[in-house]
């Protein structure tokens, strides 16, 4: 083998060796910039993971917040509403309060119309209401009720007993329709001649007409009595007693409570009469008098 033949072969074989070794060195830094992205990689996920538990944590506990938030707003909303209903029912008595005391003090109609809204205005355009407002105002309208109602109450109750006073004093016809026949005190007697004194007051009514109580009371006599035939007489509890008389037959028991325009009787020609009439009698404490002044006054 010539020096030329290994001098040829020691350098191919320098030459893979050469190879070789570059091969090593390329590969190491390459395997580790592998395993340094790869850590890089893994680090940045476990960072994003942390980072989004986190936010769902925030997200989660916002959640929470605004439903608690939620159910306080819709509880105070409640309370309001149980407010307005009570501040409603408290108008509506006040407008059944009203309307009773237009009808005992007979206001003119339309003087005061409950049925109908009140009017309002105003050229200032609308804010928003602060919640605080709102009670406050609520507050104050139901003060304004509780002080209207017990005005209200007050007043109501004097006029029904004004009302009661009235109603307890003889002060309307004892017939539906008619006329008066014969007047109260001295007249000529219609049976035999000569004078008497008349008592009461006819008035003309077919048999079986009804006759009406002049006033509230209570029936204190239902019965006959000499003279008079079926008499029905009422006790109106302030000295007044007031006597129907010459009835077909009564229609009321001692102790009845009677309101004024009640039937009490049906119009007859019991007793000392001529015909069928209704006669009518008004005492007070024993005493007797004209039920004509009664009815002028009933009219007037």
Known sequence: MTLHTI?????????????????????RPVSAAIVLVGTGLLMGGAINAASVN???????????????????????????????????????????????????????????????????????????MPARALVEGMDAVEAGFAHSGRQLSVLEALLFDQELERNAVPSRSPVESGYVTSGFGGRADPFGGGRQFHKGIDFHARTGDPV???????????????GYGNVV???????????????????????DLVRVGQQVARAGSTGRSTGAHVHLEVWENGRLHNPRKFLELARK
Do not use: C, W
Not at 212 to 226: E, H, K, T
């Open 7 to 27: 001098s040829v072969q020691a350098l191919s074989i320098l030459r893979a060796l050469g190879r070789d070794l570059h091969a090593r060195l390329v590969a």
């Open 54 to 128: 986190r936010l769902q944590e925030q997200v989660s506990g916002q959640a929470q917040s605004l439903e608690a938030t939620r159910r306080e707003a819709q509880r105070e909303v409640n309370a309001l509403a149980t407010r307005l209903a009570e501040l409603q029912a408290q108008a509506n008595r006040l407008n059944a309060l009203g309307e009773r005391l237009t009808r005992i003090a007979k206001l003119g109609d339309g003087e005061f119309d409950f049925a109908q809204p009140v009017g309002m205005g105003g050229a200032e355009p609308s804010q928003d």
């Open 212 to 226: 009406l109580a002049v006033a509230d009371g209570v029936v204190s006599f239902s019965g006959v009595r000499s």
């Open 233 to 255: 007489e009422v006790d109106h509890g302030n000295g007044f007693v007031t006597r129907y008389a010459h009835n077909s037959r009564n229609t009321v028991k001692v102790g």
